[in-house]
């Protein structure tokens, strides 16, 4: 009888610490932060080939090839996994650059991967933020673009914890780039074929260089709507910005699809771009936590639209 009161007991303990820990474990860990630039130089570090993707042997010298591509398709699903969120696959096949290819070659073909960070409330409208995983052959494309990347997986981890969001968040990772944009111009049909209320999107590439250490950025082809939030942002901040018109990224891409977009960017180009240069140790972290904070706060004032 003893013996059976005793596990009563034990059970009933264990009921009461598992009910503390649900109420007070949030409590405990609210104000504990996201450390960005830790997260973001680890990220580069695999993604660049500085070091080999933690639990494999596999070392990305480049993000060129198709098995490349798959390793980095990979190592960015698992990436958002572990920072809280799903990770998805968009499969394409495109067309090649000139129709009588298409006789003798087989369609090019790459996976985008995306997440869907819900809203808090109802809504059908939804915010894209992007940036291409690919790199150029002989290049482990650190600036170009692990930081575009890196940047993103940053924004993405801090708007799901965002208490109220108003709107949809996709997050999105391109493939092919570097072969005349072809994942994200799969995407951008993705999305307009869907009929999907897009309010805006977001496109970062080679965010990773500042020589003269003022923390600029170029904002390209930006929309209307989006620049008084960038204005208020970068002020908040002391960046200074510089806008430029065209589309010479991914955001071409969304500009040729008519939906409103901004290309973010350093304003300053990295001399090591499409080079065996481009590695891990060239890439200005404070520079870098300085533009992820810009668009963070910028996707937060959409948000809480």
Not at 165 to 183: A, N, P, S, Y
């Amino acid at each position: 009888m003893n013996q059976v009161k005793n596990t009563n007991r034990l059970r009933f303990a264990r009921i009461v610490i598992f009910m503390l820990s649900m109420i007070f474990l949030p409590l405990l860990t609210q104000g504990q932060s996201f450390d960005i630039t830790s997260f973001q130089r680890q990220f580069i570090a695999q993604f660049a080939g500085d070091r080999p993707i933690e639990g494999t042997i596999n070392v990305l010298k480049q993000r060129s090839t198709s098995v490349e591509r798959k390793i980095a398709e990979n190592f960015l699903c698992s990436t958002l996994n572990s920072i809280g969120l799903p990770s998805n696959r968009h499969e394409y096949k495109m067309p090649n650059s000139f129709f009588l290819l298409d006789l003798f070659f087989s369609p090019m073909q790459g996976t985008n991967v995306y997440t869907i960070i819900p809203a808090t409330e109802p809504t059908e409208e939804y915010v894209v933020i992007g940036a291409h995983y690919d790199s150029e052959p002989g290049s482990p494309g650190a600036g170009d673009n692990a930081s575009g990347v890196a940047l993103t997986l940053a924004v993405a981890k801090q708007i799901s914890e965002l208490t109220v969001r108003k709107k949809k968040f996709v997050i999105v990772f391109f493939d092919q780039e570097e072969d005349d944009e072809l994942g994200s111009k799969a995407f951008a049909k993705k999305l307009k074929d869907s009929g999907m209320n897009i309010h805006s999107v977001h496109i970062t590439d080679i965010i990773g260089w500042d020589a003269n250490q003022d923390l600029g950025v170029e904002l390209q082809s930006i929309s209307s709507r989006l620049a008084p939030l960038y204005q208020q942002a970068a002020d908040d901040l002391n960046i200074p910005l510089k806008l430029s018109q065209g589309g010479s990224s991914d955001n071409k891409s969304f500009l040729n699809a008519g939906f409103e977009t901004v290309g973010v960017f350093s304003d300053e180009m990295t001399p090591h771009i499409h080079k065996p240069s481009d590695q891990c140790e060239t890439v200005d972290f404070g520079y870098l936590a300085s533009s992820t904070a810009l668009i963070f706060n910028v996707l937060k004032a959409l948000a809480q639209q």
